[in-house]
Every structure is written in C-alpha cells, then in structure tokens.
C-alpha cells in the first residue's frame, strides 16, 4: 500500500493535476456526445462504463486530496473543495432507479464546473465578475422598481388581453423583460394599442427610460474599473516623482540655511 | 395625548424610516400578489384591509412629518415631501365608486416610487442620471430632426401601404422608432419594396444614421464621465505638485539672490 | 423703402435670427399635422396659405442676407449658405403640376434641416460625427470585404432558395446586413440548413467575425476620443509642469556657476 | 526578353501594386456582376474572358515576384506571399470538368481576400484585431463552458420538444446561441413553458448571466486597450519628467557640496 508522503507527493504533482483536467474535459466530451441517438445508443455500455470509471476516479481523487491534508477541516476551508465534496458525494448516492434519478443525472453536469477550479486564470475572472456586481446593485434595484410601477401599470389595463402576457404581476415582469431585449416588443405593443391607442406611449416610455438606466449602468461600471486602473497606475509613478520634490525642496531648504550660515561668517 | 418632542424623537428615530420602508415593501408585494387571482380572490377581505392599513400608515406618518416641522411651510421646500403628500392625499380622496376610481387606484402604485426616498444611493444613482441628461440632449434634438425628415419622407413615399405603418406623422415615427430596435424592421422593408424597389436605400441608411449618431451619443457620455473623473483625481495630485514646484523655484529664486549678496560683499 | 444699413441691422438682430428658427419650426409642426388627413384634410386652404408664406418668407430672408453681404460671392463661401439659397430656389420653381411635383414637394422637407444651421452645439455635434469618420474608415472598408466574401459564398450556395434571399450579389449583402441586425437570422439559417447542414457555420461564423470586427470598432472609436482628451487636458497641465522644472534646472545651473565663481575668488 | 534588372524595377515600383490593386478591386466588381443573371448571361464569354485575363495576370505577377527575390526561398518566409502563391496555384489547376470543379470556383473569391494585403492600414486593423483575442480567451472559455451547461441541462429536459431545437447537444448550442442575439427567444421559452413552467428560469437565468459575461468582456477590451495607451502616452511625458527632476536632484546635490567645501574655507 502507498504511504502518506507517496500520497502527498502524487497530490502536490502537476500530473495529477493535470489529469483530473484531462478527466473533466473527456467526460465533458463524452457527455454531449451522448445526447446524440445515433452515435450513443449502440454504445450504450461504454457511456455506462465512462460513467462509472469518471465517478470512480473522482472518488479516488477526492480521497487523495482529504488523506494528504493534515487535519481533515482545513480540506473544508476552500469553498471551491466543499463543492467538489459535494458533487462527488451526491454522484455517490444509488438514486438510479428512485424518484430522485432525474436530478442525480442532472448534478452529473456540475462535474464539468470543475474545470473552472483547473485554470486560475478562470478564477480570476470570476472573481472579477463577482466584484463588478457592488456597482450595479443599486442600478440594479432601481431596474427592479421600474420593472415593478410597469407591471402592475400593465397588468392593471392590459389584464384583459387575449394573448395573456399581462395576465398576472409575474407574467407582467417576463412580458416587460422580453420588451427589454426587443423581442418582437412591436406584436405586444400593436395587441395592446387595439385596446387602447395610446397604449404606445407606455412602450416607448419603458423602452427609453429601460434602455437609458441600462446604457448608464454599462457607463458606471466601465468608469468604475478605470478609476481603479488610474489610482494603481498613474497614482504610483506621480507619487514616486513626489517624494523626489519633497526630497529636492528638503535640500534646498539645507541649501539655503548653509548660505544663510556662509553670510553671517 | 403624545407630546411635540416625543413626536419629533419618533419621527428622527431610525426605526421610524425603517418601518416606513418595511411597509412600502410589504405594500409592493401585496399588490404583485394582488394580480395573482387564484390567490388574492379567496382573500379579498385581507387585501382590503391590507389597503386601508396602508392608507392610514400613510397618512399618520405625513401627520407626524409634518407636525415635527417647525413651521409647515417647510416641509413643502423638498421635492420629495411634495410628492409624498400628494400620493397620500390623492389616495385618500373618497373616488371609489366615482368614474376617477381606476385612476385613484392606479395612483397607489407610484406609493411604491416612495422606495425611491428611503435608500441614499438610489436618490444619488438618480441624480447621475438627470445629471446624464445634458450631455446627451443636443444628440437627442439631431436624433428627433433624423427622425422627423425619415418619417415625413417614409409617410411621402409609403403611406398607401396595406400594413398602416406610414399612415400618418406619428405612425411613422413610432414605425421608425420600431426600425431602430431592429424589431422585424425587415418585414417593414420588404412591404415597402414590393412597392419601390429602391426602399432598401431608405432603410439600411436611416438604419446606419440613426445606429451611428446613437453610438457616438454613447461614446459621447463615456467621454463626459471621464473627464468629469480626470480633473477630479489626478487633478488633485498633479495640481499639489505643481504647488510644491512653485515653492522650489520661489526658495530657488531667494538662494540666486543670496548668492548675488555674497558675491558682492 | 429700406436703406442698406437699415437691412444689414436687422439681418444681425437676433429676433430675425430666432424668428427664421421659430418659422422653420411652426413649418415642420405643419407638416406633420398635413400628413394626419383626419386633422389636415378640411383645412386645405390653410396649409396652402402656410406653404405660400414659408415660401415668401425664406426668399426675403434670403434676399436681405445676400444684399447685407458686401459682396454676393462671399454669401456663398459658407457651404450653410449655399445649401439654403439650393433649397429657396428649388421651392420657387413652378413644378406643381409638372412631372417633378413629387420631387418638388419632398424638397420642402430639406427646409427642415435648417434646423441645424440655428442652433450651434448641434452644428458641433455634427462636426463631431463627421471628425470620428476617419477612425472607422478602415475598419468599414474590412467589414465591407467580409460582407464581399460572405455575400459571394451565401450567393454561390444559396442562390436557389425559395425565399430568393441569395438571388444576386446585392440581395445577398442585404440578408446579411439583417443577419448582423440579427433581424430574424434563424430563419435565413434554418432556411439554408434544410439543403447544407452545415449551413450553422456560414451563419454562426460571420455573425462571430462580423460582431467582433464591430465590437472592436467600437472601442477604437472610444479610445481614439480619450486619447485626443488625453493630450488636449493633462498634457496642458504636466506641459506647464514641465517648463517650471525646466526653469529651474536653469536657475540651478547658474546657481551652480555662481558658486563657482565664488570659490575661485 | 525583359533582363532581371528591369524585372526588379518593375516590381519595386509603385504602378506595378496600384495596377495589382485595381485588378482585384475589377475583379471583384466583375464577380459582383456575375451574379445578377439579367445583366450577365448575355455576356457569358466576355466574363469568361476576365476569369482567363486575371488568372494569367495573376500568374505573370507572381512569376515576377518570384524571380525578382534573390533567393526563391525569400519568397516564401511571409505568410501572405505563400496565401498569394497558393490562390494563384489553385485557380491554374484544370478542374473545371471534375468534381472539384464548385471548390475551384469558390477558391476565386479569396483572390479578392489579397485586397487586405494592398493597404497597408488594414493590415494593421488586422494586426490589432489578432492582438485583441487573448484580452478576451479566457472569457470566451468561461462563455464556452455556461453554453455547455445550459446546453447539457436544456438537451435533458426539452429534448422532446417538437420544434427539435434541443434534439441534440450541438443543436442545443446553436438554439443557446440563439438566444443569445435575442432572436425570437421567446418563441423558444414559451414552447419550453408549455412542458415546464418554470422553463422561464432556465431562459431569464441564461440572457441574464450570458449577457452579464459578456457585458464584462466588452468592459475588460476597453479597459485593456486603456492600460496600453496610459502606458504609452502619458507615462512617456511623465518619465520625460522624472529624468529631469533626478537631473535636478543631482545638481542640487553637487551644489550643496560645493557650498560645504566654500564654507570649510
């Protein structure tokens, strides 16, 4: 049997690494493949044996990874490891043939999340994602208010419409929110202008006033990440040119206190 | 019988604004849910309780408002104080069974625009955005003149049309507005050339006009923030330098001046 | 009758200015309301009388502009100039009932564009729109080559489809500039995918190519404004910097000879 | 016969790339015109004779390029001269009877792909637009992998769907893709909703997140392209003045040495 330093060693290896990439990237394959009949149904038992030897080896790969910890908590502290847990312990369950086998297969596709754990440069930018969301949260609630006056606006004189898009508040807010991508906005405006011809005047308005907190949201976040880059950047070489003119009026200062001296000999 | 300071102590407290903000959101939801019939019919006793309640909140709270002021008048001096009381009187009136009854109902919505008033950052997020406005409003007259000449041309040529949309002026422009939004604006051409078969000519150019002068009123407010930000930051700094500069070369100017009097001596 | 001076006064008075601006207004208001025949049509006279006045009122105005010019020729130096006086002649010629009656009335609208002239910013923004043009020039000249090959391959392929989008080499650029609308470009997909299934990639591919080539337009267009920014403000500021330090690295040269005069002494 | 020398000279010179140019740009005119039958059929043999007249000349200039290197090999080290050699080599191969006789016709049109190599500015836009795709891989590895989910996840529950649009993994993608340019994604979500009616979760989730990433890669460009020119430019001025400030450093420096040895006197 391995040691622990033989399991440390594996661990800390860039090959096994590596191949746990390779796993995740193979199966990803395997698993579109095999949405498609003609190729997967005659092979029905190598998708059966892929499945198997991928929930095996993640097994074994999550055994490794909690065996060469020192204390078996510090695995837990990496939320990114309470997620690997996580799937490969629920892929785990015998829930083939219970009422749950439906979502068992589905959490099989988290598996290719993984790979978002093998590349740091993914990481960065989902963290970069992540910390753009602080300067939009309030454009954001703003957008949820306007989505809010429009939907009960709408539901209350549209209610009535055949094609029940203003049937109800939530149904209101998906009407509104496809008004917002331009989706065919025109058909819902034109079956609302038969009820009331000035029913135009509430699209238009929405569509304006949407498409311009939208558009000042894109701004917002763009200046926000500049001021960033201008403090990190620019701000470090002023303030070194700084200190070298606060070093330079220090020795004038000697200077002309030495001058000072030189006339009163 | 409460007395004026305890009023004023309440209506400074936190969990006065709070509670205020607690029951617009309740209110809000209350309405969504309101729209929802097979869950708000069974309930029609709750929700018309809910509105009174709501009602009478209101109008104890601009009571007590008001009251604490030292002299009516200046409530009345903020804008939003102005547009809370008037949502609150309005919503008051006895218009139920009056021909304005949908109308006062429809006012209680903008109760929820109250939300507004209750988080900083949104009064400051729409100040931004008012603050947006005239850097955009020269490009907004040069969109309406592009506008205006399209839809008087477009009403010239294809006002004949089986679909009505050149029938008059404002048709057309809202037609227009439709062509921006690229929504189906290509069965708005291809109607249009079966007729003329150079009315390709007509769109794809408004298309690109009107696409070019709304990109450059983009680039135009991105330009304006930046600005805005330049002479704030770096600003700041590059101008303490230049002070620090200044001192140098007063200090430089005082030591040449000294060494003149040595020299002579 | 009026002496020179009297006409060269008014012609630089500012109510004549405005009242040509509020002219060509009330006109474009006018011919708006024309194009509702529900509005216009009982009231032929008065649009007729109202064409006849604008008519007489822009040859006036022009005729005073030109003999307020010391001399005619300079009158015609300013293309705004020469535009107006194009547009006042046209209207006078007697095409009603010619074959150019159509031309003729569609003339009228140019009127319009007057607008422009009145109002300096949008004279600005202009200039603005027409100084971003040779940033993209290049960049439409790629797109025009991609649209090229696209519209040459789409014609090569797709010319026999019922829908006859691919008929010739102009239908074909027209299809695919609605593809980069992604006005309904499924259906040109699914159309196309019926005979080649690999149809996908032709589409997906040049929306791929098309959009990035857009997309970078765009931010060459931003960052060459931010660049111009650049250099007209901060430059300013650290070229004025620059000269004080270049004031001083002289003051402490002679300083520095001065001394040495001294120690020779 | 021509000597080498005067071969060379013809290459070098500047009529020789214009006359190259204008014979592509006649080309793809020609081509352009081909296409629409009205006007080509009855010229069958005069468009005959510009496909032989290019295909020679193209040969002959590329015989020249050829002979005027030094060594042959030369020749061959830019990308763009063995893109040339190849177009030319293709079109000369007699396959117009054989089954490749379409590929060869087709192979024509990216002889007007050598218009990008005739202005030297759209060799540098393509230069940039290569330069732009590693600001952006990694985004598009993270976009690649929400499609794979949302792919995956949508193939298992709408597959059965009529429309066919979620039959297999790939069509899933382009149905994803779809989706993305917004068109008639609702046509898609209210099929799903008839199955599912949660399905609008799915659809809402993916537009919001997609566009979010995406929206973040566009911030990201801009803000790289940023950083490149901060660093350029203004850095450039700022290092201009930073010597000048060490230069001064240094001479106050030797001043004040100066100044203790007159003192030491």
């Given at each position: 049997?391995?040691?622990?330093?033989?399991?440390?060693?594996?661990?800390?290896?860039?090959?096994?690494?590596?191949?746990?990439?390779?796993?995740?990237?193979?199966?990803?394959?395997?698993?579109?493949?095999?949405?498609?009949?003609?190729?997967?149904?005659?092979?029905?038992?190598?998708?059966?044996?892929?499945?198997?030897?991928?929930?095996?080896?993640?097994?074994?790969?999550?055994?490794?990874?909690?065996?060469?910890?020192?204390?078996?908590?510090?695995?837990?502290?990496?939320?990114?490891?309470?997620?690997?847990?996580?799937?490969?312990?629920?892929?785990?369950?015998?829930?083939?043939?219970?009422?749950?086998?439906?979502?068992?297969?589905?959490?099989?596709?988290?598996?290719?999340?993984?790979?978002?754990?093998?590349?740091?440069?993914?990481?960065?930018?989902?963290?970069?994602?992540?910390?753009?969301?602080?300067?939009?949260?309030?454009?954001?609630?703003?957008?949820?208010?306007?989505?809010?006056?429009?939907?009960?606006?709408?539901?209350?004189?549209?209610?009535?419409?055949?094609?029940?898009?203003?049937?109800?508040?939530?149904?209101?807010?998906?009407?509104?929110?496809?008004?917002?991508?331009?989706?065919?906005?025109?058909?819902?405006?034109?079956?609302?202008?038969?009820?009331?011809s000035w029913a135009w005047l509430y699209f238009v308005s929405f569509v304006i006033i949407a498409a311009f907190v939208f558009f000042n949201l894109f701004v917002a976040v763009i200046?926000?990440?500049?001021?960033?880059?201008?403090?990190?950047?620019?701000?470090?070489?002023?303030?070194?040119?700084?200190?070298?003119?606060?070093?330079?009026?220090?020795?004038?200062?000697?200077?002309?206190?030495?001058?000072?001296?030189?006339?009163?000999?």
């Amino acid at each position: 049997m391995l040691s622990k330093e033989k399991i440390i060693k594996i661990r800390k290896s860039s090959w096994f690494s590596n191949l746990t990439t390779g796993i995740i990237l193979f199966y990803a394959i395997a698993l579109g493949f095999k949405t498609i009949h003609e190729i997967a149904d005659p092979y029905g038992t190598l998708f059966y044996s892929i499945d198997m030897f991928v929930t095996v080896y993640f097994l074994v790969e999550i055994l490794i990874k909690l065996y060469s910890e020192k204390n078996i908590k510090d695995f837990f502290k990496s939320g990114w490891n309470v997620f690997d847990f996580i799937i490969v312990i629920i892929t785990l369950l015998p829930l083939e043939n219970s009422s749950f086998a439906a979502i068992a297969r589905l959490m099989r596709i988290f598996r290719v999340l993984r790979l978002l754990n093998s590349r740091p440069e993914l990481k960065k930018i989902i963290d970069m994602l992540i910390g753009a969301i602080p300067a939009i949260v309030d454009i954001v609630i703003l957008m949820f208010i306007i989505f809010y006056i429009y939907a009960i606006v709408g539901n209350f004189f549209f209610e009535e419409l055949k094609s029940g898009l203003w049937k109800d508040f939530l149904t209101a807010m998906l009407t509104l929110f496809r008004v917002l991508t331009f989706e065919d906005w025109t058909d819902v405006m034109y079956e609302a202008m038969e009820l009331y011809s000035w029913a135009w005047l509430y699209f238009v308005s929405f569509v304006i006033i949407a498409a311009f907190v939208f558009f000042n949201l894109f701004v917002a976040v763009i200046i926000d990440e500049m001021q960033k880059i201008n403090s990190e950047q620019t701000d470090e070489q002023l303030s070194r040119e700084e200190d070298k003119i606060d070093l330079l009026l220090e020795k004038v200062t000697q200077l002309q206190e030495e001058i000072q001296e030189l006339k009163k000999r």
